[in-house]
């Protein structure tokens, strides 16, 4: 573990144990929102949520789960403060180290979710957790790590410890997890335990007091941090041929709600937004065929994006999210997006969900 600073986690436990009233909250993807666990209460993260209430009976806490499967952390400096940080929450772990791919984009994108943690008015204590891939051992935490490292936020990291007994036998891969990621009950179990483990020491020494470091500058260029989700509540795109979906979402977790449909080849959306950083978000689904659509930005078609409706995986549904833009001329850009495929009624219609623009 590299140095870190434990002041607000200490302050945190403090104002517990004088009987305050707090939320403990959770940002991260599928494991974090509680995939295969059998119940919310045997989610690591309903869990983590257990000890406080436990450690501390006498303060009144609130659960915050802004887990949401399949999602890296550049919708999550999108989303942070809609599905945590309105919350004003006290106390955040963020997980996002099996979704990003190891490397220097996801690096910035992560930045911009622990800045944005960091610098919400409610300061909250801020937990780094790495889940990992139990078949490889592959994850993106030696990215995320030197994020916390840069500001000395605590991580703990389900790599070097549940996976390395694993690989020591004292765990089967199928005891812990059935389909080399997501942990069943016993995995969600132990990777709680490494988090509330990290918590008991800190416990043990709540009443010493340090001073909090000041947040440093940026590590990366930090093109993120202020990233905002345009959706069909804040932008009001030109249609041609599509149509805004006006069925009612309920709750973060209702994705495929309140986008732009497009069901037929030639139909057109067209946005103008002032942004550096563009990504486009739309569903891939298992429905095949799907239609697809080409994306072109400031009239470039030479540059044009290729987004295919078809999902070629499995496991549901994807919210996939598709950079379009990255560290560009900060400006008005015009994204148009245009349905190329999808002739009939045979094919399931294009849904776009949001633009992500920073």
């Known amino acids: 573990m590299y140095q870190?600073?434990?002041?607000?986690?200490?302050?945190?436990?403090?104002?517990?144990?004088?009987?305050?009233?707090?939320?403990?909250?959770?940002?991260?993807?599928?494991?974090?929102?509680?995939?295969?666990?059998?119940?919310?209460?045997?989610?690591?993260?309903?869990?983590?949520?257990s000890w406080w209430k436990e450690s501390f009976p006498q303060a009144e806490f609130h659960y915050v789960n802004g887990g949401i499967g399949g999602t890296t952390s550049h919708f999550g400096v999108a989303r942070a403060v809609s599905d945590v940080l309105m919350y004003q929450p006290d106390f955040v772990v963020v997980d996002f180290s099996v979704n990003d791919d190891a490397d220097l984009f996801f690096q910035?994108?992560?930045?911009?979710?622990?800045?944005?943690?960091?610098?919400?008015?409610?300061?909250?204590?801020?937990?780094?957790?790495?889940?990992?891939?139990?078949?490889?051992?592959?994850n993106a935490q030696d990215y995320h790590n030197a994020v916390g490292k840069?500001?000395?936020?605590?991580?703990?990291?389900v790599r070097d410890t549940l996976y390395q007994s694993m690989k020591a036998g004292k765990y089967t891969r199928l005891e812990l997890t059935e389909d080399g990621l997501h942990p069943n009950d016993k995995g969600h179990g132990l990777v709680a335990r490494e988090i509330t483990s990290f918590l008991e020491t800190v416990k043990e020494h709540m009443f010493e007091t340090e001073e909090e470091n000041t947040i440093p500058k940026p590590m990366t260029s930090n093109a993120y941090e202020k990233a905002e989700i345009l959706s069909i509540r804040n932008t009001c795109p030109k249609l041609d041929g599509f149509r805004a979906d006006a069925e009612e979402k309920l709750g973060h977790l209702d994705f495929f709600k309140n986008g732009w449909i497009g069901r037929k080849k030639g139909d057109r959306i067209v946005f103008e937004v002032e942004a550096s950083c563009i990504a486009v978000q739309y569903k891939k689904t298992l429905k095949k065929p799907a239609a697809c659509a080409m994306l072109v930005i400031d009239g470039d078609k030479e540059q044009s994006v290729l987004l295919d409706g078809n999902f070629n995986e499995t496991w549901g549904e994807c919210l996939y999210l598709e950079p379009v833009l990255h560290h560009g001329a900060k400006k008005m850009h015009t994204i148009e997006i245009e349905i190329v495929s999808g002739e009939d009624r045979a094919y399931t219609p294009f849904y776009l969900l949001s633009l992500i623009v920073a």
């Open 4 to 49: 870190i600073n434990l002041t607000r986690l200490k302050q945190c436990m403090c104002r517990a144990n004088q009987g305050e009233e707090l939320t403990i909250a959770f940002l991260g993807g599928s494991i974090t929102q509680g995939s295969n666990a059998s119940s919310r209460e045997n989610s690591y993260s309903y869990r983590v949520f």
């Open 108 to 138: 910035e994108t992560y930045e911009g979710v622990i800045r944005k943690l960091l610098l919400w008015p409610s300061k909250p204590a801020v937990v780094i957790l790495n889940n990992v891939f139990y078949d490889t051992g592959m």
């Open 150 to 157: 840069w500001y000395m936020v605590p991580y703990v990291s």
